[in-house]
């Protein structure tokens, strides 16, 4: 297998860390969607206690118990959503760093070729014959 530089290396853990990213991502698009479902529900629980409808008024103990339930789960909601985007924020930033990191390092492997090259000419202007064959007195 053939070495690999540093700059492909660093390529690798950047799709890698893209992908964290899009996990965390996703898992945030997740959390608020149940948050939006819950405070939905909340809205329609809401309506009901509101009503003036008998039957309404009837199951207004418990109407007002999930009220409490939703109400309750819609803070862990907004507790998960904000590790959530703490998370995503972090994977990002790793991610960044990383791209700089490869961005720099590919910046370095073309500066090394390109002197390299330079080096090829001036050895090839200059320099000693590769072979005593084509030496000649």
Request: hydrophobic residues 35%; aromatic residues 4%.
């Given at each position: 297998m053939a070495e690999?530089?540093?700059?492909?290396?660093l390529k690798r853990l950047v799709a890698v860390q893209r992908h964290l990213e899009q996990m965390a991502e996703h898992d945030l698009a997740e959390t608020s969607r149940q948050r939006a479902e819950v405070n939905?529900?909340?809205?329609?629980?809401?309506?009901?206690l509101g009503s003036l409808d008998p039957v309404h008024s009837a199951?207004?103990?418990?109407?007002?118990?999930?009220?409490?339930?939703?109400?309750?789960?819609d803070k862990q909601l907004t507790g998960m959503q904000e590790v959530h985007e703490m998370r995503a924020r972090q994977e990002?930033?790793?991610?960044?760093?990383?791209?700089?990191?490869?961005?720099?390092?590919?910046?370095?492997?073309?500066?090394?070729?390109?002197?390299?090259?330079?080096?090829?000419?001036i050895d090839q202007k200059f320099g000693t014959p590769a072979s005593s064959k084509l030496q000649k007195s």
């Amino acid at each position: 297998m053939a070495e690999q530089t540093r700059s492909q290396k660093l390529k690798r853990l950047v799709a890698v860390q893209r992908h964290l990213e899009q996990m965390a991502e996703h898992d945030l698009a997740e959390t608020s969607r149940q948050r939006a479902e819950v405070n939905e529900q909340m809205d329609v629980v809401i309506q009901a206690l509101g009503s003036l409808d008998p039957v309404h008024s009837a199951f207004s103990q418990g109407y007002a118990d999930r009220f409490n339930r939703l109400g309750i789960k819609d803070k862990q909601l907004t507790g998960m959503q904000e590790v959530h985007e703490m998370r995503a924020r972090q994977e990002r930033a790793k991610g960044d760093r990383l791209e700089e990191g490869m961005k720099e390092a590919l910046d370095a492997e073309r500066r090394e070729a390109d002197d390299n090259a330079v080096y090829d000419i001036i050895d090839q202007k200059f320099g000693t014959p590769a072979s005593s064959k084509l030496q000649k007195s």
